[in-house]
T-cell receptor
Framework: AQSVTQLDSQVPVFEEAPVELRCNYS??????LFWYVQYPNQGLQLLLK??????LVESINGFEAEFNKSQTSFHLRKPSVHISDTAEYFC????????????FGQGTTLQVKP | KAGVTQTPRYLIKTRGQQVTLSCSPI?????VSWYQQTPGQGLQFLFE???????NKGNFPGRFSGRQFSNSRSEMNVSTLELGDSALYLC?????????????FGPGTRLTVL
């Protein structure tokens, strides 16, 4: 069965420090990979996605993630976080054979402190 | 373009009642997926509708049902509500054009069962 594991439930970090949110997945079929962000009382917003091609993908607000097929990982990184990055982050996979269904990890709460 | 809208945003029901939630997708999107988000179970896929047909289904009891109308708007219904049904219900729409269609999420409906 396919699954997604986010290794940290909470990550506290000081403003302007680097951060890495870890995500590992398990699947016997090809997948697409995503990171979503959820701010309080809001829905999910797509942060970035890996479909194919370059294994390093970037978002417009400074986040990046690298697809590592051998380690089945898709860790999210940012070199310098801001207070406004405080939110919950979800890693998700989409199975090419399973339409309309995203499988999510349990989420990681990023707490950026001043 | 207007985003995905969900109504109502908040609902309070009592055990045994039934509830209907509504989702209006982005114009032109024909696929609608529903997810349940709880602190304990995280984000779980309920079902996906495309062209008025349920195309995929998650592991939820039959009390959870849905439908899609010809204008792609979707409703989900939960009958005989239980305390454990308290959750944020999110819907997401996509165009369903290959190879993959980004799912755009609505703000959710917060259901509280007393």
């Amino acid at each position: 069965a396919q699954s997604v594991t986010q290794l940290d439930s909470q990550v506290p970090v000081f403003e302007e420090a680097p951060v890495e949110l870890r995500c590992n997945y398990s699947s016997s079929v090809s997948v697409y990979l995503f990171w979503y962000v959820q701010y309080p009382n809001q829905g999910l917003q797509l942060l970035l996605k890996y479909l194919s091609g370059s294994t390093l993908v970037e978002s417009i607000n400074g986040f990046e993630a690298e697809f590592n097929k051998s380690q089945t990982s898709f860790h999210l990184r940012k070199p310098s976080v801001h207070i406004s990055d405080t939110a919950e982050y979800f890693c998700a996979v989409y199975l090419l054979s399973n339409t309309g269904k995203l499988i999510f990890g349990q989420g990681t709460t990023l707490q950026v402190k001043p | 373009k207007a985003g995905v809208t969900q109504t109502p945003r908040y609902l309070i029901k009592t055990r045994g009642q039934q509830v209907t939630l509504s989702c209006s997708p982005i114009s032109g999107h024909r696929s609608v997926s529903w997810y349940q988000q709880t602190p304990g179970q995280g984000l779980q896929f309920l079902f996906e509708y495309f062209s008025e047909t349920q195309r995929n289904k998650g592991n939820f009891p039959g009390r959870f049902s849905g439908r899609q109308f010809s204008n792609s708007r979707s409703e989900m219904n939960v009958s005989t509500l239980e305390l454990g049904d308290s959750a944020l219900y999110l819907c997401a729409s996509s165009t369903d054009r290959p190879p993959y269609n980004e799912q755009f999420f609505g703000p959710g409906t917060r259901l509280t069962v007393l």
